[in-house]
């Protein structure tokens, strides 16, 4: 699908440029060729022999090169290509384009194209979130820009963190991938959301726009000793889907992440825990929200006394591990009181009696839906697909076996549904 592809990639002012050398490469071994503009920021941090060497042609810099425009000329630079890609997309590149600057060869292009445009924001926390980028982005979104990313995380600026991490390669990778084949991604499709990949979560024009979406995902790990843990095989493939689902709908998303080897999912505020205890703590802290889904395998027990020092095989015999219940983190947000969120999703992973169990256990723990899935030898834990059925109080439907983003963007419409039919009832 990708033969004879390319796309022209904008480099930016920022940190995250080295990651595009890697971008390249990918972008190579998938068949799609890029043609390179670096700017003049851009070549403070990667060189243009490097970008060069990487594309296999010349990297182009310079608005009034007469060997640059004799070569190519700066209007077709921008139309022979398939897609025009900005990465990292600078906080000045965005305002660039927001107010249609054309004052270097990189803004030109992006002015004078008649392509599609993806970009990968790369800034600073405070920068992201200063009102002028919200305004440049909330212009871009209604420009038609493709999004992609930011995460959040640590910055390169030591002691920071927040949404402004450029997206990782293998992220931009399969949006360039998406964008090249002229859809949105199978979630989008599925909740009739189109004109912009996952990435930008609190967009005003999704379905899930104005709410607020608290997702678990991925296993817990319950310490015996300080090096030692009891976990489950949870990837967390299937609720960072989901997070990135429920962004890609234009809700404000929070993903409360045991330890997973997944990356966090762009657009989505993360926050990383270890054990139940902390699971349900961040879920609290992060409370009020419209929407809950709790897709993590909580552990069930925890070691009643873990060792404060590592346990020595000393020849005393087996040392003893008596195991006391966590804390029931699903059925605690679906019984409160007050502030409960107006839907809770529960998973149930069971390996018999899949949808018996999950009945009762929508009865026992108070949620609205329960998304039970058989976990038994079919290598769902850690794998891409599932086949899940969704139990509620006025039935049970199920679904075939699909891809786990597949069920993510399928259950998101699925909430959005019922969110908008309880409003219309309300
Ligand atoms: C060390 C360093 C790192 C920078 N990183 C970023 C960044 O990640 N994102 C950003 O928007 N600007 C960053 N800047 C500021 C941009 O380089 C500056 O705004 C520049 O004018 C952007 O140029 P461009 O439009 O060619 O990207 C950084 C500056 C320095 C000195």
Redesign the pocket.
Known sequence: MSASRSILLI??????AYKCLELIRRLKDRGISSRCIL????A??VTPLAVSSLAGERCFTDLFSLTDEADIGHIALSRSTDLLVVA???????A?MATGLAN?L??TALLATDKRVLIA????PR?WQHPATRRNMAQLEKDGILVVGPNSGAM?ERGESGP?R?AEPAEILAAIELALAGEATTQQRAIGFLGRLPGGAGSPQGPLAGRHVLVTSGPTHEAIDPVRYIANRSSGKQGHAIAAAAAAAGARVTLVSGPVAVPDPPGVETVHVESAREMLAAVEAALPADIAIFAAAVADWRVADAAPEKMKKDGSGLPPLALIENPDILATVAHRPSGRPSLVVGFAAETQNVVAFAQAKLAKKGCDLIVANDVGGTGVMGGDANTVHLVTREGVESWPTLAKQEVAGRLIARVSEIIDASKARA
């Open positions: 480099i930016g002012g920022g940190i995250a700017t003049k920021a851009g403070e941090f990292p997309a600078t906080a000045d590149l965005i660039k270097d990189a803004s924001p790369a800034m600073n920068m390169a402004g450029m």
